[in-house]
């Protein structure tokens, strides 16, 4: 299959409409969001959505987030709207935040995975929403990379990974956040399944407490596999290998010089990962800078563009753990996972030496 690219900077109309024009016929198309981009099919055709396993190679008990590109159509999808969903579409839509509840019976299951509940979300961008307008249906879309790897934060990566299994993607330049929407499950008590540019920090100011799933920043126990099945997989893996190390940020950076002669030794070749904060303690090794630990936001837009160009040209990443809170947890959540929880203490690493 021949994959097309259309810049939706330029040619906003057309592109938008020929998309909407092929998910109506069943087909994919990779559209921006505000987030990253997306791999969209009919998210009411049971045979469309399963197209989306196939090319990016999901596994199928992965469920789908559905979009829409207005509120009223929320109605249809969802069983029942829980009161507390009010002030969270109010305040968050449109915006990176999917809710999830009880799905009503036009949803397929080859959306929710088989499940009872539903993921579903109001993007902001522009393009993604005259795109579902246009299509008239949901759009179920994950991120539009190959299962495993880095999610894609401009058209190239998605070309990258998808050319030849998609017919279109729509090319609307640079993702503004660079990782995935927050999901919040309103099933029983709300709980962060996957932190985003949303933080608990702004969705408590809203709805009072808010529940962290335990697997954020750890792998998932045995017994959570059911709520957050996304959760359970290999993720945002770059080619090289990367190791995270924590401590504060001299003792991080201490250990990090240490480590990358290290391994520089064992005939490795190494990239440090530095911040706005630490960059000069690196002169003289291979250190990209990939933004500021005040503003963990910054960190979160560059961090898949580096694992994808960067973890292409390296054996081995050593990458500084941030403080948690507020976009920094939707950072380490993503960071972790690329370095298969590979972790180093940076205090009792340099007290070895
Ligand atoms: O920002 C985003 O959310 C992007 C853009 C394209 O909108 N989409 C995205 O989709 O990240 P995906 O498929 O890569 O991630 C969806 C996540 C997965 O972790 C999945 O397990 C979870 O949402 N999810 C979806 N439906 C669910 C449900 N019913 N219950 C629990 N988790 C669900
Ligand atoms: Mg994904």
New binding site residues.
């Given amino acids: 299959m021949k994959t097309v690219m259309i810049s939706t900077v330029t040619q906003e109309e057309a592109g938008t409409t020929l998309g909407a024009g092929l998910i109506r016929n069943g087909e994919l198309v990779a559209f921006p969001?505000?987030?990253?981009?997306?791999?969209?099919a009919n998210g009411l055709d049971g045979e469309a959505v399963n197209r989306i396993f196939e090319a990016k190679g999901?596994p199928n008990d992965?469920?789908?987030?559905l979009?829409i590109a207005r509120k009223s159509d929320l109605k249809k999808l969802w069983a029942h709207v829980p009161e507390r969903a009010f002030p969270l579409i109010e305040t968050f839509w449109p915006g990176?935040l999917?809710l999830?509840f009880h799905?009503s019976d036009i949803v397929p299951y080859e959306?929710?995975?088989g499940?009872e509940?539903?993921?579903v979300?109001m993007?902001s961008d522009r393009t993604?929403r005259a795109l579902i307008r246009k299509a008239g249906v949901p759009i179920a879309?994950?991120?539009?990379?190959r299962s495993g790897r880095p999610?894609p934060t401009n058209a190239q990566h998605v070309f990258a990974d998808m050319d030849g299994l998609i017919p279109l993607i729509l090319d609307g330049g640079d993702c503004r956040?660079g990782?995935?929407?927050t999901?919040l499950?309103l099933?029983g008590e709300p709980t962060v399944?996957?932190p985003?540019a949303v933080t608990r920090e702004m969705l408590e100011t809203v709805i009072g407490p808010v529940k962290l799933a335990p697997s954020i920043l750890k792998p998932l126990g045995e017994r959570e596999k059911a709520?957050?099945?996304?959760?359970k997989y290999k993720h945002y893996a770059p080619d090289a290998e990367v190791i995270v190390v924590d401590g504060s940020p001299e003792e991080t950076a201490k250990c990090i010089v240490s480590l990358y002669y290290d391994y520089l030794e064992q005939g490795k070749t190494v990239e440090v990962l530095s911040t706005k904060q630490t960059h000069f303690r690196y002169r003289g090794l291979n250190a990209t800078e990939i933004g500021d630990r005040v503003h963990p936001e910054t960190l979160c837009a560059n961090l898949f563009r580096e694992l994808r160009e960067i973890g292409s040209a390296c054996d081995l990443i050593l990458a500084e753990g941030i403080d948690t809170n507020e976009e920094g947890l939707a950072y380490m959540n993503r960071l972790l996972r690329a370095a298969g929880f590979h972790r180093i203490d940076a205090s009792r690493e340099n007290s070895k030496k």
């Fill in positions: 969001t505000e987030t990253v981009y997306g791999l969209g999901r992965n469920p789908l987030i979009h990176p999917t999830i799905k959306v929710t995975a499940l509940t539903v993921a979300r993007p993604a879309a994950p991120s539009a990379n999610s956040y990782v995935e929407s999901v499950s099933v399944l996957r985003g709520a957050s099945p996304g959760m």
